[in-house]
């Protein structure tokens, strides 16, 4: 059954004892770090989920923050009403593949969308007052972490809907010492939102908007049903709407509405939604943000919009998040849309295929089904190492460290892949270094290009399964208990341990 909303979703996780109720207070305001403390207690420990219903220092004490929804592989599973990881990714990439899987939007009225209980007009806008402020570590601004912008292409009209943070400027330090206007911290929002291939869809429409000399209307919708938050996370390709894909990974059509000031239409069930127009060739500076491979930007320079309406439901509840050396809440969200990419494009073509993972640090870890002698052929590690490169999508290609490993090798534990590389592999005869590889754009190790991220960089590939029969002609037995005997002693024990 598709959730109807995030509240649903919520409810969920708490009958599960999987949501927590936090009513000590924490500190919110700008210059505390209680936040990201309470990320890295509930991240590294597969934590649950919180609403924070106390914080200080906080501008909207009225509106609850939910903190971590989708901080395990399991509740990122729940996000589309999966149980497994692997399950959601052969979901995911299904549905992916199948665009007559996909449901249009259905249009309500607005006096049946909750997202339009409170309007706020133009006139009225004032982002001090109207939308939650809370700072994470060293962050320079509040950002807002649970939007999914919507924007359409000047040229054809084509629908995108994308995860992208925005930047808050009020009450954010700028980072070469000048002032946001106060017009600015009031009225206007700074989206990362710039269009260098392989970026976003919203940066792409944003340059052909500029390059016609038109502004670019834009709607954020705030805490949706997850399943659009994961679709939104998604690089469906150029053209396709992410909105419709959503409709597919729920199994039925998301309910949408008219905005009040731009063509846009937005989840109905949204907890908020703030509209607007970009500004044409507006430039904003803004650092520190804390980023996913754990280093603070410094500085960044993105396009700002200015706020034209924000509604909100009468009760409405506020989602942050931070990035920061891994794990932090979204990582899984994030990575389940590379996953499935990569799962999606091999298994297409290589049957021995059995799960991608791609782990927080970013290393790609496929399993293949047969290992040792029932590999097609000695170098068939390899081959799939070349194969993850190669794969379709925008993902595959930047994959800097690969590692291939068989069956009994457990690729969401990276004891597990350790252990097989340190016993399955010699260097020199089972590595590939790639000199000539795409980088991740975030990679700091790698050279920057003109533009001022890296471009070209190099990648490994780890041929980590058993070389049998090339190397040695028989399988050495594995010293370890079954998981069945585990539990079993586990449990005439539970009483003692
Ligand atoms: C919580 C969260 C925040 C994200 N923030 C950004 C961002 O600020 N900018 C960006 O380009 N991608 C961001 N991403 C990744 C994009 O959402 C993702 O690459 C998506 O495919 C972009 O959509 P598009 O392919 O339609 O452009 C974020 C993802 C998540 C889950």
Redesign the pocket.
Known sequence: MPYKDMREFLGVLEKKGQLRQIDVPIKAAHGDNELQALMRLLCQNDGPAAMLNNLEGYNRPDVPVIFNPFGTRERTAMMIDCTEPLEMKHKHAKVLSNPSSWHAPVVVDKDKAPCKEVIIKKENISLDKNLPHVFFGKEAASYI?GGLGITKDPETGDV?M????ITQLWNAVHPLGEEYPEEQQKQQLSV?AFWNPP????GLHLARATAMGKPLEVAFALQCDPALHMA?????PFGKS?IEFAGGLRGAPVEVVQCETVDLQVPATAEFIIEGAFIPNSETTIGNHSNPVGYYDAIQVFPRFEVTCITHRKDPLWYA?MEMIPPFD?NY??LV?VEGEILGDLQRKIPEVQDVVVTPNMTYVVQLNVDGARKPHSEFGKYVLHAVWGSAGRWGRTAKIVIVVGPDVDPYDMDSIEWAIATRVQPAEDTIINQSGQAFLLDPSATKGHHGFPVVGSQMGIDATMKVPERFSTYQEVSMPTPEEVASLAEKLKDVL
């Open positions: 972490t995108n994308g995860c992208y943070r990362f970026m976003s869809h919203i939104g996370a998604t690089s469906v992410e998040t979204h969200q994030a849309p």
